[in-house]
C-alpha cells in the first residue's frame, strides 16, 4: 500500500522569500502524485500533478514541484511566497497500477506567512 | 457554474442521532469520495463510489453509510455507531476511471456532536 510523508508540520516563511514544503512518498512503482491547497474551512484546491514525462511539473499560483525517483520525493516550490499563500498544503499519491479511484493523503503542512 | 456543493456548511447533532451530509455534482463525474479531515490526520478515505449504485469502503467506514442512486448526488449518513463523529467532512467527485483524472472537493461540511 502507498503512503505519504509531510515531515514539516507548520512552516513559517516571510513574505517574499522562497518556500519548499517536503513530500515522501512509499510507492513500489511509479506513482501519480498530487498537490493541493486548503484555506481554512474549505475545501481543497489541485495545484499541480505529475503523472509522468518532464519530473518538473508547473501548477497554479506560480507553485512548481519536482519528482526525484531517487529520493521518492516530490517537493512544492515556489521563488517568492504572498501572504495569500497562508494555508495548509496537502501532499497526495495515488497507485496507477488499481487505477486512480484511491489517494492516500499526506497529514498536510501548515504555512504561514510574515510581513 | 459547474461544481460540487455540500450542505450544509456547519452541521450540529445530539449524541446518539444518526445524520445525513449531502453532496451533489454537476460536473456529470462517474466517480465521488467522502473523506473525513481531522486535525493533524490529514484526509482519511471513508467511502467512494465508481458508477451509480455501487460503492466501495475506503478506510474507515465503520460508523457510516452511504447510497448512490443518482449519478449527481452522493450522500454520507454518519450513524450513532460512529463514536467519535465531530470532524470536517469532505466530499469529491473525478471524472471516470482513467488513471490521469483529478479529484475535485467540495467546500466542506463541519459536523459537530454536542
Known amino acids: 500500500a502507498q503512503s505519504v510523508t509531510q515531515p514539516d508540520i507548520h512552516i513559517t516563511v516571510s513574505e517574499g522569500a522562497s518556500l519548499e514544503l517536503r513530500c515522501n512518498y512509499s510507492?513500489?512503482?511509479?506513482?501519480?502524485l498530487f498537490w493541493y491547497v486548503q484555506s481554512p474551512g474549505q475545501g481543497l484546491q489541485l495545484l499541480l500533478k505529475y503523472f509522468s514525462g518532464d519530473t518538473l511539473v508547473q501548477g497554479i499560483k506560480g507553485f512548481e514541484a519536482e519528482f526525484k525517483r531517487s529520493q521518492s520525493s516530490f517537493n512544492l516550490r515556489k521563488p517568492s511566497v504572498h501572504w495569500s499563500d497562508a494555508a495548509e498544503y496537502f501532499c497526495?499519491?495515488?497507485?496507477?497500477?488499481?487505477?486512480?479511484?484511491?489517494?492516500?493523503f499526506g497529514t498536510g503542512t501548515r504555512l504561514t506567512i510574515i510581513p | 457554474d459547474g461544481g460540487i456543493t455540500q450542505s450544509p456548511k456547519y452541521l450540529f447533532r445530539k449524541e446518539g442521532q444518526n445524520v445525513t451530509l449531502s453532496c451533489e455534482q454537476n460536473l456529470n463525474h462517474d466517480a465521488m469520495y467522502w473523506y473525513r479531515q481531522d486535525p493533524g490526520q490529514g484526509l482519511r478515505l471513508i467511502y467512494y463510489?465508481?458508477?451509480?449504485?455501487?460503492?466501495q469502503k475506503g478506510d474507515i467506514a465503520e460508523g457510516y453509510s452511504v447510497s448512490r442512486e443518482k449519478k449527481e448526488s452522493f450522500p454520507l449518513t454518519v450513524t450513532s455507531a460512529q463514536k467519535n463523529p465531530t470532524a470536517f467532512y469532505l466530499c469529491?467527485?473525478?471524472?471516470?476511471?482513467?488513471?490521469?483524472?483529478?479529484?475535485?472537493f467540495g467546500p466542506g461540511t463541519r459536523l459537530t456532536v454536542l
Open positions: 469529491a467527485s473525478r471524472p471516470g476511471q482513467g488513471y490521469t483524472d483529478t479529484q475535485y
Open positions: 510507492y513500489g512503482a511509479t506513482p501519480y
Open positions: 463510489s465508481q458508477i451509480v449504485n455501487d460503492f
Open positions: 497526495a499519491v495515488g497507485a496507477p497500477y488499481f487505477g486512480n479511484e484511491k489517494l492516500t
